[in-house]
């Protein structure tokens, strides 16, 4: 029985899931998933930087040291940001100033 | 049987339901090197990271270089919807040969704002330490907390499905979570028909054919402060008896529970905290009867030393098994230089009392040196 309700609670986490993307996408005029919007509002925002930098030294400092954003180029931080994003559970907006604040400090 | 076809029943709706707004994401996706995405490359990136250490160890009994690890960690993402990682585990040793085991490898699919598919061989979601913490350049101190290595209370890696991610609740607070099915834990077995201990390295096998279901969830109200609940239940069997195969060994239940906490009051000044428990039930048409819980628990406070690359560390950990129901206990202060913020040299001093499990140590008192590298 147990089996049986995780499994239902499985599968409906997963269709949940699909039905937060269907609802992205039900205008198409509607901007692009999260990290897209993020980053557009992070290029329009000065204060972007600021959040990034704030939330870099918040979120990072969870689990380990902070590197120096020279450690990497563009391209690394990017696939490291995605890489955390998945790990640490970051959100679409966190991950993506925190993103654009590395690849502006480096 | 009936309910796993119902999970692959359930995934496939799931996926198919999720396909059709994927394509439409792809295409809505700005151009490589858009000024309004963050992209600065082509479609498809790759990260080569990972961590290497060495470490020395003296006791009374013994003193050597008793640790070296090289764990080559590789990232491939295509746009930011797609990443593969994988990370392989390279150890020397006692006996000079080379040992290399796959740590991890999933392939991940954002395929929602807020979710990723995780499909592979992952890091148990169970607890905190080993699926965040445990890396030697992350890890504050040269060895793990009591209990929270192998054959240990604590599940350590998982294959099946995973889904995880985070959310915004309000401007300050985050929540994350992680559920997942998998193949599950085997059994252990020690002469006199005792079980030793509950391996879960990853199997891509399901002997006792039952899935294991868990997760976890954490809670951050602050930036400073991450409180979290995990737990998994399934079954297990006994598949090795004194080194032996066993095969067809009844199922029994199994269930782990844990939690965590991390507080940061000050900039310089963090605390740490997790319980872990694995519990299996009795089974009687076992070649091992009797079932048992195996627990462990840690706190750790850590004091950054001013602007200074010094931090103090210090630990306090318990570990009880059905092999040592008296637990045993070890305190281990320890001093870290930051070489680089990702390369650590840890001197650290570890007192043990009570009983220790056949096999996994001793009592001795022991210095510790490592010097460890993230890169």
């Not at chain 2, 002469?191 to 399901?206: H, K, N, P, V």
């Not at chain 2, 998994?232 to 095969?247: H, L, P, R, S």
């Not at chain 2, 199994?254 to 299996?280: M, N, S, V």
Request: proline fraction near 5%; charge should be negative; glycine fraction near 10%.
């Amino acid at each position: 029985m147990t089996l049986r309700f995780a499994t239902a609670a499985f599968a409906a986490t997963l269709l949940l899931g699909a039905f937060s993307v269907s609802a992205e996408e039900a205008d198409p005029e509607a901007p692009a998933p999260a990290t897209s919007t993020a980053d557009a509002t992070s290029a329009l925002d000065p204060m972007a930087f600021v959040r990034g930098a704030q939330k870099w030294g918040n979120t990072c400092a969870r689990c380990h040291a902070m590197r120096d954003a020279k450690d990497l180029d563009d391209a690394e931080w990017q696939v490291v940001v995605t890489h955390m994003r998945a790990r640490a559970g970051l959100t679409a907006t966190d991950s993506a100033e925190i993103l654009r604040f590395l690849q502006q400090s480096n | 049987m009936p309910s796993v076809r119902c999970l692959v029943l359930g995934c496939a709706a799931s996926f198919a339901a999720a396909a059709t707004p994927a394509t439409v994401l792809a295409q809505s996706v700005p151009a490589a090197g858009s000024p309004v995405y963050a992209r600065v490359a082509g479609n498809s990136l790759q990260h080569l990271g990972g961590y290497a250490f060495v470490g020395y160890a003296s006791s009374d009994d013994a003193e050597s270089f008793d640790a070296l690890g090289f764990n080559p960690i590789v990232h491939f993402t295509y746009q930011d919807r797609l990443l593969f990682e994988g990370e392989l585990e390279v150890t020397a040793g006692a006996d000079g040969e080379t040992e290399v085991e796959l740590e991890y490898g999933v392939v991940e699919w954002l395929f929602s704002e807020n979710a990723f598919l995780v499909a592979g061989k992952f890091l148990s979601p169970v607890g905190n330490f080993f699926q965040q913490l445990h890396p030697a350049w992350i890890n504050k101190l040269p060895t793990a907390p009591l209990g929270f290595g192998h054959d240990g209370a604590a599940p350590l890696t998982e294959v099946g499905l995973q889904l995880r991610g985070g959310a915004a609740v309000g401007e300050q607070a985050r929540l994350s979570y992680a559920v997942y099915v998998g193949n599950g834990p085997e059994l252990e077995g020690a002469e006199e028909s005792e079980i030793e201990a509950i391996a879960s390295e990853g199997f891509t096998r399901d002997a006792d054919k039952k899935k294991t279901f868990g997760g976890r969830a954490a809670w951050l109200p602050l930036p400073t402060l991450e409180v979290g609940v995990s737990g998994a239940w399934g079954g297990a069997a006994v598949t090795t008896m004194d080194g032996q195969n066993v095969e067809d060994d009844p199922d029994r239940g199994y269930a782990a529970y844990g939690t965590d906490l991390w507080w940061r009051p000050l900039k310089a000044l963090e605390f740490r905290g997790e319980y872990i428990a694995q519990q299996i039930d009795d089974e009687a048409a076992s070649v091992a009867p009797e079932g048992g819980t195996w627990k462990a628990w840690f706190t750790q406070a850590a004091w950054r030393i001013g602007d200074a690359p010094w931090e103090l560390a210090l630990r306090y950990g318990e570990f009880t098994s059905p092999g040592n129901p008296d637990g045993w206990r070890q305190l281990t202060p320890g001093v870290i230089y930051y070489i680089a913020p990702q390369a650590l040299a840890k001197l650290a001093y570890e007192s043990n009392s009570g009983e220790v499990p056949e096999g996994m140590g001793s009592l001795d008192e022991r210095v510790l040196l490592q010097l460890a590298f993230g890169f």
